[in-house]
T-cell receptor, first 111, second 117 residues
Framework: QKEVEQNSGPLSVPEGAIASLNCTYSDRGSQSFFWYRQYSGKSPELIMFIYSNGDKEDGRFTAQLNKASQYVSLLIRDSQPSDSATYLCAVSNQAGTALIFGKGTTLSVSS | DVKVTQSSRYLVKRTGEKVFLECVQDMDHENMFWYRQDPGLGLRLIYFSYDVKMKEKGDIPEGYSVSREKKERFSLILESASTNQTSMYLC????????????????FGDGTRLSIL
């Protein structure tokens, strides 16, 4: 069974700090990697996706991918209380037909 | 923006009923998916579809079926609802995969919170 592992948290950071969220995956053939944000009682919202090794930046968010080590991370700079949510890591299966989701990391940003 | 619309936000049904959950997307996406989300278990794939009249089983298809008669609409059917099917149901869609295992971003609807009494 292919797996995606995330620390459930909660991860607590003060406002303005950098939040670092990590994810490891077991399927070495995975090609596509996604980060979703989910507020309590709401559906997941796509934040970032990355296909190649290295960093990809979008505003305050940076996704980092290391296929050799099979991990993907999400950095949130200048964290805001509105960033408090559960962050889901999703990884494509080797065939590229479906996503495998981690159980999420809960982030709490205190003001 | 991608719009994925699920027919109901909240639904209450009785054990043994046949339940239909509807999902419509307006972005001409080829791929559509049904998940359920439960505390401690995360998102689990029930069924997905690559094209009209195509369907594939996900990780937990037992007790469910699907229908995709039109490209924009993907229906999830609980043949005989049971209390263990009480859950949040999420529909998602994406463009066709790019090949060589590369997967396009998936977008979710608002979800249907289903209670089976």
């Amino acid at each position: 069974q292919k797996e995606v592992e995330q620390n459930s948290g909660p991860l607590s950071v003060p406002e303005g700090a950098i939040a670092s969220l990590n994810c490891t995956y077991s399927d070495r053939g995975s090609q596509s990697f996604f980060w979703y944000r989910q507020y309590s009682g709401k559906s997941p919202e796509l934040i970032m996706f990355i296909y190649s090794n290295g960093d990809k930046e979008d505003g305050r968010f940076t996704a980092q991918l290391n296929k050799a080590s099979q991990y993907v991370s999400l950095l949130i700079r200048d964290s805001q209380p509105s960033d408090s949510a559960t962050y889901l890591c999703a990884v494509s299966n080797q065939a590229g037909t479906a996503l495998i989701f981690g159980k999420g990391t809960t982030l709490s940003v205190s003001s | 923006d991608v719009k994925v619309t699920q027919s109901s936000r909240y639904l209450v049904k009785r054990t043994g009923e046949k339940v239909f959950l509807e999902c419509v997307q307006d972005m001409d996406h080829e791929n559509m998916f049904w998940y359920r989300q439960d505390p401690g278990l995360g998102l689990r794939l029930i069924y997905f579809s690559y094209d009209v009249k195509m369907k594939e089983k996900g990780d937990i298809p037992e007790g469910y079926s699907v229908s995709r008669e039109k490209k924009e609409r993907f229906s999830l059917i609980l043949e005989s609802a049971s209390t263990n099917q009480t859950s949040m149901y999420l529909c998602a869609s994406s463009l066709r995969s790019l090949g060589t295992g590369v997967f396009n971003p998936q977008h979710f609807g608002d979800g249907t919170r289903l209670s089976i009494l």
